[in-house]
C-alpha cells in the first residue's frame, strides 16, 4: 500500500559504474524485495483459489476483490525482474519500463481503495444487522461501486503515468538499486503518497467508528439469526490490517522526506506478505489446506 519510490539521480547511477560492495548491496535488496513479493503473491493467490473454489469456504465479495488487487499490486512490481531485466548492464526496453512505471505508481491506490471497500462492506454489513434491510436496487447499485471503484482509481493513475511518460520518455527510468522502473522527478510518488494516505486516513476513521458501534451493540449482534451477522475474527483481522495501514502512513510521510527508500523498498514488498497472514490465516482456509489432519 505504499507508493514506489522515486529516484532522480538513477541516469548518474546508471552512467558510473558502481563499486563491487554497492552492486552487491543493490542486488542483496533486489532479491528481498523480489522473495516477499513472489511469496505474498503466491500466497494471496493460494487463498484466493481456495475462497472461490472450496465449497466450506464462503467470502464476500469485496474480500476476493482484495485478495485480487493484492495480487495485481504484486504483478506490477516484479514484473521487471520476471522479464530478466531488472540487474541486466543495459537499460530495460522503454515501453517495459513505462508500463511497470504506470502500474507501481497506480498499484499503491488501487489496494488502498480494495481495503477501504472492505471496511465500507463491513460497516454496511453491521448497519444491516441492526436494522432492516435496505432495498435490493440500492445494495446492487452499492456492491457495483464497491467493486469498480477501485479499478477505477487505478485506471486514472495508469494513464496519467502513460501520458507524462509517453510525453518525457527521458523521466522514465530503472531505479538506482535495480528493483524497479519509476518517474524521476518526485511529483507522480508525491500524488500517489497524498491520495492513498487520504484514503487511509478516511478508513480508519471509519474503523474507530465501526469499533465503536461493535461496543454499543455487541449484544444485539450476537444475538441476531440475520444473515448479515458479522464474525468477530473478521472484524479482528480488519482491525489488525487497518492497524499496519496507520503504521503505512506514518512511513508515507517519511517517504515523502525522502529519508531513506532501502527501507521504503522493504516495506512496500512486506505488505502483501503481511495482507496474505492476516487473511490467509482463517480457520476455515487452513482446515482446506490441512485435509490430512479432519
Not at 6 to 12: E, K
Not at 84 to 111: H, N, W
Not at 167 to 196: D, M, Q, W
Request: proline share 5%; with cysteine.
Amino acid at each position: 500500500m505504499f507508493y514506489a519510490r522515486d529516484v532522480s539521480d538513477a541516469p548518474a547511477l546508471a552512467a558510473a559504474p558502481a563499486p563491487i560492495q554497492e552492486t552487491q548491496q543493490d542486488l542483496t535488496e533486489v532479491r528481498v524485495f523480489m522473495t516477499f513479493q513472489i511469496i505474498g503473491g503466491i500466497g494471496l493467490l493460494a487463498v484466493l483459489l481456495t475462497a472461490i473454489f472450496a465449497s466450506k469456504v464462503y467470502r464476500h465479495f469485496t474480500w476476493l476483490n482484495f485478495c485480487i488487487t493484492w495480487l495485481i499490486y504484486c504483478i506490477s512490481y516484479t514484473l521487471l525482474g520476471f522479464s530478466g531485466q531488472q540487474t541486466s548492464p543495459k537499460p530495460p526496453s522503454y515501453p517495459l519500463c513505462l508500463a511497470q512505471a504506470s502500474m507501481i505508481y497506480a498499484a499503491p491506490v488501487l489496494v488502498a481503495m480494495s481495503t477501504f471497500s472492505l471496511v465500507l462492506q463491513l460497516w454496511f454489513t453491521l448497519s444491516n444487522a441492526l436494522q432492516p434491510p435496505k432495498q435490493k436496487q440500492r445494495d446492487t447499485l452499492r456492491n457495483i461501486a464497491l467493486l469498480l471503484a477501485p479499478y477505477i482509481a487505478w485506471l486514472g493513475f495508469v494513464i496519467g503515468i502513460l501520458v507524462i511518460g509517453t510525453e518525457r520518455p527521458e523521466l522514465v527510468v530503472r531505479a538506482g538499486h535495480f528493483v524497479y522502473c519509476t518517474i524521476s522527478g518526485g511529483k507522480a510518488g508525491n500524488i500517489t503518497a497524498i491520495v492513498t494516505a487520504a484514503i487511509l486516513c478516511i478508513m480508519v476513521v471509519l474503523d474507530l467508528y465501526i469499533g465503536a458501534m461493535l461496543y454499543r451493540n455487541w449484544r444485539a449482534l450476537r444475538g441476531s439469526d440475520r444473515p448479515g451477522q458479522i464474525p468477530f475474527s473478521l472484524v479482528v483481522r480488519i482491525a489488525i490490517f487497518s492497524f499496519v495501514c496507520v503504521i503505512g502512513i506514518g512511513c508515507t510521510m517519511v517517504f515523502l522526506s525522502n529519508v531513506s527508500y532501502i527501507a521504503g523498498n522493504i516495506i512496500i514488498s512486506l505488505m502483501p506478505v503481511i495482507a496474505f497472514l492476516v487473511f490467509g490465516t482463517q480457520q476455515d482456509i487452513l482446515n482446506v489446506w490441512l485435509f490430512w489432519r479432519r
